[in-house]
Every structure is written in C-alpha cells, then in structure tokens.
C-alpha cells in the first residue's frame, strides 16, 4: 500500500502528535487529525490534513490510527468514552498506541480493542518533536504479526528504528517506561549540573559547550540545556509529562518491591518545579528549583 492510499488518523495533536500528523501529511497520507485546540487543528489543515474536534469523526475505513495522548485516561476517552473512535472503525483496523502509559494499562486497553474487533500495535515513540517531525523517531512496540504488518507503512514513514519486541501487548509499553525512568533521570542531572555550575561562576555556555565534548554529556544534556541557555520555556516536553512518567516507573517498582532511588530523587524535582508552578513549561526548566532555592541567575531573562 503506498503512502497516497493510506488514510490515517491521528489523535491528539501536541507537539509529537501534530508533529507526526505534518509528518505524515507531507509523505503522501492522507491525514485525519483529532484534537480539541482549535489553534491545532487549524495547523493540521493548513498543511493539507483534515482537522476533526473529536475521534467520533473519525472515517471508519483509515487503515490505521495512531493514538499520541497525554495519559491512560485520555487513551480511554479518545477510543472508548461518548465521544471514541473504537465503536466506529472497521474490524480489523489496527491502533497504534503511542501514549506513554504503565504496562497493565497497555495490556487492558488491547484487551478492549481485541473485543470491538481491532488489533492494536502498543507502540510508545522516542525522540522528541524534532523526530517527531523528521519521521526519525524510535518506536518501541510489540504486537501480532497482523498488528505489524497493518502498521508497517505508518511506522515506515515516522520512524528510523522500529524495534519488534514480541507479540505480548505491554512489553512495548515496559521498554518505554525504563527510557522515560533514564530521560527524566538525564534531564534533572542536567540541571542540576548547570545550575551548580551558574553558581559556582562558570559562563553557561562555555560551560555547556565543554560538557558537550566530554563524557559528562549526554542526549538530554545537549538536547535540553540550549532551552535554558535560550531563556525559552515553550513546553516541547513539560515538567509535568515527567511527574506522570515518572509516577509510572515508581508505581511499577512498588508493584515488584523494587528500588529506585535515582528516579525517586528526579521525581521529587519535577514534583517541587510543578509545586513552584513550572508543571507547563519546558521539562528543563525543572532547573528553577535550584534558582528558587539559590537565588541563581539563569541566562537570557530565563528566570
């Protein structure tokens, strides 16, 4: 099936999700996007997508539709509640569930699916807004053989690196909650590192220019820092997206008697910079818990 037949539809359309509807758009699918900001849905179409305000407007013959809510509850309302898709899609169509939710989550939502006669792909993305938009992302899934190969256009066209992990719904979801447990990690280190470094004297970006080139650096550090060095809090990925993740890795290490300690310390900073009323803004920006506790100075007016 070439991209020019393949009618797709996208729920939720934020900063992964409207980046993969532009993405698609711009490949040849024909694109349907569902979101509730007015502001989104009139980017969607004018780039060529077709904007909907709800998944019950869903056309009921889209080969496939990729699901890039916030959270599990929002995964329930976009496909099961008074206004979801799943009651109105054809048998067979294959959802792709790209939320980032706990596993148990991922294994009852493709139980519900599997009963109204869908397949589902659990299928959370790395790589950010950029990736998203890029078609560079990292899908991390599991599903049938049926779920993969009704997908395989889709994720052909917004992934480099699509990683088969098995058939059982809820491993795709696993290996996304231990990057999400190393990504909230990196990004409070991060600034952690910076804000000690602010503090003790050091120029912010020579300091973040030498880290970038030695093995202290990492993907968060140099993908995240230029946000504060820009002074620019625009939510790419917010604080509170990693209260929730986060939350998730706890929850599931409760569950196994298992010690995070680590996660635990990263989750009380994102807890404390939403706490300060940072929960909207740029995920780095967890960096003014330190500015409120030191009284630091953060470049370009970003404090």
């Known amino acids: 099936m070439s991209a020019g037949q393949t009618r797709v539809g996208v729920i939720g359309l934020g900063s992964m999700g409207m980046g993969v509807a ?30 909907l305000a709800s998944p019950a407007e869903l056309p009921a013959d889209l080969a496939a539709v990729i699901v890039l809510v916030v959270n599990d509850a929002q995964v329930q309302t976009v496909l099961f509640g008074a206004e979801g898709c799943a009651g ?7 959802v ?42 990292t899908v991390m899934a599991s599903g049938s053989d049926a779920a993969f190969a009704a ?39 991060a600034a952690e590192a910076m804000a000690l470094g602010i503090r003790a004297g050091a120029d912010p970006q020579t300091l973040y220019d030498v880290i ?9 550090w140099q993908n995240r820092v230029p946000h504060i060095l820009a002074g620019d809090d625009t939510p790419l990925s917010a604080v509170n ?26 989750h009380q900073l994102f807890l404390a910079a939403a706490a300060n009323g940072q929960g909207g803004k740029d995920d780095a920006f967890v960096i ?8 630091i100075p953060l470049p370009a007016g970003a404090g």
Request: proline fraction near 3%; charged fraction near 15%; glycine fraction near 12%.
């Open 88 to 94: 109105r899609l054809a048998a067979g169509t294959v």
């Open 151 to 189: 997908a395989e256009p889709v994720l052909a066209a917004i992934a480099s690196k699509v990683w088969r992990l098995g058939a059982e719904i809820g491993v795709g979801s696993t290996v996304k909650m231990v990057n999400q447990l190393l990504a909230g990690v990196h990004i409070a280190a």
């Open 212 to 220: 970038s080139t030695s093995a202290g650096s990492s993907w968060m």
């Open 288 to 295: 003014r818990v330190w500015q409120a506790l030191a009284g």
């Open 22 to 51: 532009l993405n698609l758009a711009r490949k040849g699918f024909t694109v349907f996007g569902c979101d509730i900001s007015e502001r989104a849905r009139a980017d969607l179409a004018a780039a060529g997508g077709t904007a």
């Open 96 to 137: 792709i569930c790209s939320a980032t939710v706990a596993p148990a989550a991922a294994r009852a939502t493709g139980e519900k699916l599997a009963a109204a006669g869908l397949v589902m792909l659990d299928a959370p993305v790395s790589g950010g807004a950029a990736g998203a938009r890029a078609g560079t992302m």
């Open 241 to 266: 997206i990693f209260v929730k993740d986060l939350g998730i890795v706890l929850d599931q290490a409760r569950a196994l008697t298992f010690p995070l300690p680590l996660a635990a310390s990263a």
